[in-house]
Nanobody, 122 residues
Framework: QVHLVESGGGSVQAGGSLRLSCAPS????????MGWFHQAPGKDRELVAL????????YYADSVKGRFTISRDNTKNTVFLQMNSLKPEDTGVYFC???????????????WGQGTQVTVSS
């Protein structure tokens, strides 16, 4: 079992930036592919970014390309999501999740964090 803990959420104005972090409370995520998911109010959870366990491959949803950057530091057992040029539609809860395969499908992720709230005001 892997328990993931997200941090770094908050409230910003449109155009601002936030950096989310995700780390396990125990064990390691070094060998897992990691994804960040966004759940807007009243909507389904959607993948926004994904990084392979090696750090060499990444994937971004079209809605965040050029604005968000996913990275990982396996020496610190932590995954990051740098969010720039934030828009009001980026508002919602952001979850990190771990999967054994490099996949954009939420159903393939075995472990999830509790989420961190991001609010972007116009």
């Amino acid at each position: 079992q892997v328990h993931l803990v997200e941090s770094g959420g908050g409230s910003v104005q449109a155009g601002g930036s936030l950096r989310l972090s995700c780390a396990p409370s125990e064990r390691t995520v070094r060998t897992y592919n990691m994804g960040w998911f966004h759940q807007a109010p009243g909507k389904d959870r959607e993948l926004v970014a994904l990084i392979a366990w090696t750090g060499r491959d990444t994937y971004y949803a079209d809605s965040v390309k050029g604005r968000f950057t996913i990275s990982r530091d396996n020496t610190k057992n932590t995954v990051f999501l740098q969010m720039n040029s934030l828009k009001p539609e980026d508002t919602g809860v952001y979850f990190c999740a771990a999967a054994s395969t490099f996949t954009p499908r939420g159903s393939d992720y075995s472990y999830w964090g509790q989420g961190t709230q991001v609010t972007v005001s116009s």
